[in-house]
């Protein structure tokens, strides 16, 4: 391995550490708790050093996003794989963006609720949240009804998931109707 590969390759781990850094902090305590400097003393490394990876906690919620909307992706594709038949597929996969979306708020908040600098619907939207449309897409658009574009059932239905995560989240909806709420979104929703 030549001498600039293995930079190459330490300055890529730097950066998976300081990404995995800035979520766990997150996780636990908050957006709010992710300065540069919480950062640079938890990797043990200087702030020079985090700003010559990212030019600030903006860059750091971006990077956060784009891993997360990689491992929505597969859970979304994977929990749609094992379901038999397009309604099971489409409830699969409500459950496993909710579920995602509960298990990982800070990550969710990075995707979707804070500026990590993420272009949305755009050509230069990142491949990562492209592929994550496209995971719901797979699905959704074979149940958007004739003469609906699949895109934009895509987009009501995830609305939807969205507003119900969010609002389960802050407590306006209570969470044993969750399967309830699922349901008739599935029901109303998709032409089966």
Do not use: C
Request: hydrophobic share 45%.
């Amino acid at each position: 391995m030549s001498v600039q590969e293995r930079k190459q390759r330490e300055r890529a781990e730097r950066e998976r550490l300081i990404v995995a850094t800035a979520r766990g902090l997150a996780e636990q305590q908050g957006w709010d708790a992710v300065t540069t400097r919480r950062l640079a003393e938890r990797i043990e490394y200087s702030q020079p050093v985090l700003y010559s990876h990212f030019r600030g906690k903006r860059e750091i919620i971006g990077a956060v996003a784009l891993d997360g909307a990689t491992e929505l992706a597969a859970a979304l594709r994977a929990a749609t794989a094992v379901a038999d038949g397009p309604r099971a597929r489409v409830a699969a996969l409500a459950r496993a963006y909710l579920d995602f979306a509960a298990a990982n708020p800070a990550v969710y908040d990075a995707m979707f609720q804070l500026d990590g600098g993420l272009a949305f619907a755009q050509e230069s939207t990142p491949e990562q949240l492209k592929d994550a449309f496209a995971a719901l897409l797979e699905t959704l658009g074979e149940v958007a009804g004739e003469g609906v574009h699949p895109g934009v059932f895509t987009e009501v239905f995830w609305a939807s998931l969205h507003g119900q995560a969010t609002l389960t989240r802050a407590g306006r909806l209570p969470p044993e109707y969750l399967d309830q709420r699922v349901d008739l979104l599935v029901d109303r929703l998709a032409l089966l």
